[in-house]
């Protein structure tokens, strides 16, 4: 499968594509403190990715309905955001220079990733939201399962993992620059910092970015460079609006 030609450039900037990372019930309280930082700086819309397993109470819930009525995208994002076990040499590579323990999808074969799937968009419908339309793996993993099966078996019309986006209704895959800030070690400033300056580069000719923000993040030592990129790149928009020609 070739991938989709970029989006055409245009006057004001790539398009940017901004999510809120881990929203889960431990992390509401940061979430809303930074989504009033980005707010402060015209940062709109949001995509939130939710962490749908994890112990949302009565009132949890009713503040991420408050979250989503501010216009914020929901988006699932795994089911626990913790692997059950640490499976083979890859899953342990990568736990040790990526993912830590969060990488819930590489435990698993494509029969339990898609039983994943399905049990994480059920959540949003028992809730009362709206089915979403996006799913982010942990760490962008998305593990052991083909772009077919997504499209023929998965219940999302999209799937973001770590080198771009796949549309699986349309079996379209857009390689998409992202920048991250997770810089919650010393020795994470030096990569991220490397990895987002190629990453700006690449925005301009694809026309689109990412913008990946953990709810630490402004607390982090990028903070800084992650307000500078959405002052820099502030077109916002939607992922379904990432397909768009407009």
Do not use: C
């Not at 995208?73 to 059950?84: D, F, I, K, M, S």
């Not at 694809?206 to 990129?229: E, F, M, Q, S, W």
């Amino acid at each position: 499968m070739s991938p989709s030609p970029a989006l055409p450039s245009s006057p004001r900037g790539p398009l940017s594509l901004v999510s809120m990372h881990d929203v889960m019930p431990e992390t509401l309280r940061v979430v809303e403190r930074a989504l009033a930082t980005l707010s402060s700086l015209g940062v709109q819309p949001v995509t939130l990715l939710v962490v749908p397993g994890r112990d949302w109470s009565a009132p949890d819930l009713t503040r991420l309905r408050a979250i989503a009525a501010q216009g914020h995208e929901l988006a699932a994002h795994g089911w626990r955001h913790q692997a059950e076990r640490i499976g083979g040499l890859y899953h342990r590579l990568h736990a040790l220079f990526l993912s830590r323990t969060v990488a819930e999808h590489l435990a698993l074969d494509a029969d339990g990733i898609l039983a994943l799937l399905k049990r994480s968009q059920d959540w949003f419908i028992q809730q009362g939201f709206a089915p979403p339309t996006l799913y982010v793996p942990p760490a962008w993993a998305m593990g052991a399962i083909s772009r077919a099966r997504l499209s023929d078996e998965g219940p999302f019309a999209r799937y973001e993992v770590f080198g771009g986006i796949y549309e699986a209704t349309t079996q379209e895959w857009r390689p998409t620059p992202m920048l991250g800030y997770e810089a919650d070690t010393p020795g994470r400033v030096l990569p991220l910092q490397l990895w987002n300056a190629l990453n700006r580069q690449r925005a301009r000719t694809a026309g689109v970015i990412r913008i990946g923000i953990h709810p630490h993040d402004l607390d982090y030592a990028l903070a800084k460079d992650l307000k500078t990129d959405l002052q820099t790149f502030s077109r916002y928009g939607r992922y379904a609006g990432h397909s768009s020609r407009d």
